[in-house]
C-alpha cells in the first residue's frame, strides 16, 4: 500500500482506490514519508519497500488473479 498520511503511530494508506488507517509501530517514523510504499498485513505496516518492488508485487497479484479466474 501507499502512504498518504503520516500521523505516527498511525497513518492513511492506498492501494487500487481503497484507503484505510495501517499501524506504523513496526517501522522508524524518521523512515517513512507520505508517498512510500509498505507491505501491510492485518493492519501493520510491516516494511517499507521501493516503489519498483511494489509494482512488481501488483503485478504479480494481478496475474495470479487473471490465471485463477478471480479477476
Known amino acids: 500500500m501507499r502512504l498518504k498520511e503520516i500521523d505516527y ?3 492513511l494508506a492506498e492501494a487500487e482506490g481503497v484507503e ?3 499501524y506504523l ?3 522508524p517514523v524518521e523512515e517513512l514519508s507520505p508517498g512510500d ?3 501491510v498485513h492485518v493492519g501493520f505496516a510491516l516494511q517499507k ?3 519498483e518492488e511494489a509494482r512488481e508485487t ?3 497479484l ?3 488473479l487473471e ?3 478471480h479477476a
Open 49 to 51: 519497500i521501493k516503489p
Open 25 to 27: 509501530h513496526l517501522l
Open 20 to 22: 484505510m488507517p495501517v
Open 67 to 69: 490465471e485463477t479466474g
Open 9 to 11: 503511530p498511525m497513518g
Open 62 to 64: 494481478h496475474q495470479i
Open 58 to 60: 501488483w503485478e504479480l
Open 37 to 39: 510504499w509498505v507491505i
